[in-house]
């Protein structure tokens, strides 16, 4: 079992920048891929940026690639989402999901979440 707690999220500027962390607690953080996960209300849940177990690739949605940049510090039991030049189309619930090993794209492949934390841009 993989506990995930979010936090970071908040009201900021378009054109801001924010800083999610997500904390891992329970089964080995290190054999985990992590994703980043949005979903705004009336939309569908969708993915926005993962991370492989050793940190060694990454994968951002088009929407955001340029402008967002996961990482993680397995020493810390953590995974960072930094978000920059945000727009108002960034506003979202955003949720860190982890499954074991290898990188996914499709949230229906995670196994484990963390209860969201909000984001908004205001324009």
């Known amino acids: 079992q993989v506990q995930l707690v979010e936090s970071g999220g908040g009201l900021v500027q378009a054109g801001g920048s924010l800083r999610l962390s997500c904390a891992a607690s329970g089964r080995t953080f290190s054999t985990f891929a992590m994703g980043w996960f949005r979903q705004a209300p009336g939309k569908e849940r969708e993915f926005v940026s993962a991370i492989n177990w050793r940190g060694s690739t990454t994968n951002h949605a088009d929407s955001v690639k340029g402008r967002f940049t996961i990482s993680r510090d397995n020493a810390k039991n953590s995974v960072y989402l930094q978000m920059n030049s945000l727009k108002p189309e960034d506003t979202a619930v955003y949720y860190c999901?982890?499954?074991?090993?290898?990188?996914?794209?499709?949230?229906?492949?995670?196994?484990?979440w963390g209860q969201g934390t909000q984001v908004t841009v205001s324009s």
């Open positions: 999901a982890a499954r074991l090993l290898s990188l996914k794209l499709t949230a229906n492949e995670y196994d484990y």
